[in-house]
């Protein structure tokens, strides 16, 4: 079946570092990515998604492409803040299904 | 992008009791709806699909007599814990998709729900 396999957490930064959070895949066919942010006791918000190989998608300075012949879709961003402490999920659906979720992983950047 | 509003947005109740949680999507069309449980620091837990007009179809685990879902219209689905427990305590989240677009899907913001 369709999965979703994120680095562990929690990761913690310093303000302005790089930031990278991994994300592999399996799944058939050809599934449509995504990057959700859950900030504390709030929902899921849409970061960024990607729906064909070598797409790449791309928000608020965070970037991931959909790398197909490693079946991954890292999350990269190149100075993080304070502000993105959060929880972040990788995701992938095929057509109308139910997302397919990761773990989480919980990102804390100390000023 | 699209909005989807859940309420409340918490709710503390006695045991037996039963909560209803609404999900409404705002400025688009719905035909499915999709209901979570979040435990404390972990991933979403997918509890069952809703569309619209037709029942819920559950995942495997979820008491659907306990956990009641009704999607009556394109932009609400509802969901009702009845006779509530103190481990029916958790984070509910909904999230819906547009019927036009059907790739991402809008979360609303969650219910706290505690049971004492």
């Known amino acids: 079946g369709n999965s979703v396999t994120q680095m562990e957490g929690p990761v913690t930064l310093s303000e302005e570092a790089f930031l990278t959070i991994n994300c592999t895949y399996t799944a058939t066919g050809y599934p449509s990515l995504f990057w959700y942010v859950q900030y504390p006791g709030e929902g899921l918000q849409l970061l960024l998604k990607?729906?064909?190989?070598?797409d790449k998608g791309s928000n608020k300075g965070f970037e991931a492409t959909y790398r197909k012949e490693t079946t991954s879709f890292h999350l990269e961003k190149g100075s993080v803040q304070v502000s993105d402490s959060a929880v972040y999920f990788c995701a992938l659906s095929r057509g109308n299904t139910p997302l397919v979720f990761g773990k989480g992983t919980r990102l804390s950047v100390i000023a | 992008g699209a909005v989807v509003s859940q309420h409340p947005s918490w709710v503390i109740c006695k045991s037996g009791t039963s909560v209803k949680i609404e999900c409404r999507s705002l400025?688009?069309?719905?035909?499915?709806m999709f209901w979570y449980r979040q435990f404390p620091k972990q991933s979403l837990m997918l509890m069952a699909t809703s569309n619209e007009g037709s029942k819920a179809t559950y995942e495997q685990g979820v008491e659907k007599d306990k956990f009641l879902i009704n999607h009556a219209s394109l932009t609400l689905s509802t969901l009702t814990v009845t006779s509530a427990h103190p481990e029916d305590s958790s984070f509910y989240i909904c999230?819906?998709?547009?019927?036009?677009?059907?790739?991402?899907?809008?979360f609303g913001q969650g219910t706290r729900l505690t049971v004492v």
């Open positions: 400025d688009f069309q719905a035909t499915t």
């Open positions: 999230s819906a998709r547009d019927r036009g677009t059907s790739i991402e899907a809008f």
């Open positions: 990607a729906t064909k190989a070598d």
